[in-house]
């Protein structure tokens, strides 16, 4: 394979722009702002040149429905070898007997395991949004809180799933599934007591690790796998690999329902590119360096965690077992909102994210969630993490001694620092972006 940046001027290729300047231009912009920022949203992660050729490679032009060696239309002998690739590669990864690699992303894998698992009114026990939990997993909004009965659990004072909790509403509701896993909880989870839970009430146990599966990859973090009927994943975040979901199980009359739930269930055609990039990325997963990466990822999150506390801000649950933290700004009398604003003036890009008994609608908030998965692929170790959480107690603090009007001068500082530290650690160095 030819992958030399002297011969070859990256993804942005002058086919592109000479043939679409406008969206050659949004592209590059995209890249020089990845690129000269710091990159600190959980969900996020800077995906291989191999992932980025196979996602632009030639299989898009490729319909297919159905399971590799059962499809409905012919020509789909190099379809089917990158999907069973992909399959293949995920049960190694996940040390299980089954893999469906197709779900366009982790919200349609949670969506066929609800459609394979359960029938409409049945009742779903899973983390509540403020506690971290995630929109598919029963929110009041999404398909699956609108055709299901959703009851949901929380954290307690210290930001801990509330165990007793979870217990007694699996014992008083008896629901048909319980979910574990979210979005903005950071800590690890006690996978076993789960399932002695989920067993007590005669549910089936669905571990969404979409911000833990990197870890799990690389032995950083425990598996779900041997505890849950079924887990679900997403492939780009700390993954690191092209957008999409997977769902994983040993149990194969789940297995075949899970594949039809996919498909016909809720989704059509492959979208074989993002199949062939998950391809790349389970290869890439299963490799001895992903493993350094993994735990990188995980010291990384500690070190950005450490150093903010360091510096007075709160951090949910006092720390993180995961890629990700969250800081809770009620203490500094600042919203979720302003400080996103704030951080990416400086060139710092995180969320903002509802904390435990958050009283700020949605859109406000009194958190800030950060992930270490994306700076530590382009080569972040715990000295610049350190250096991160500084800046970023530098724009809060700054903030919070004016009573939550912005600081520009601060702002304007940490963002030359920000810049003078993107340019030492590059990303897809040698990329032509002009
Ligand atoms: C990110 C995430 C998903 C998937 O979200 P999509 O945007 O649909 O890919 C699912 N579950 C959890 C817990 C997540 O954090």
Redo the contacts with the bound molecule.
Sequence with gaps: MKDSPALEPGYFLDRLRAADPEVHAALAGELERQQDGIELIA?ENLVSRASLDALGSVIVNKTVEGRPGARYYGGAAFADRIESLAVERAKELFGCDFANVQPH????A?QAVFLALLQPGDVVLGMALDAGG?L?HGAAPNLTGKWFRPVRYGTDAAGLIDMAEVERLAREHRPKLLIC???AYPRAIDFARFRRIADAAGAYLLA?M??FAGLVAGDAHPSPLPHAHVT?A?TY?NLRGA?G?LILTDDAALARKLDSAVFPGVQGSVILNAVAAKAVCLGEALKPSFRAYAAQVLANARALADTLMQRGIAVVAGGTDTPLLVADLRPLGLTGAAASDALEAAGLTCNKNVVPGDTQPPRVTSGLRFGSAAGTTRGFGEDEFRRIGGWIADVLHAMAAAGGARDEAVEQAVRADVRTLCRAFPIYPGLDTA
């Design positions: 969900s992303s982790g919200s349609q949670n995630h598919s896993g979210g979005s969404d979409a911000h679900t997403t975040k957008r979901g």
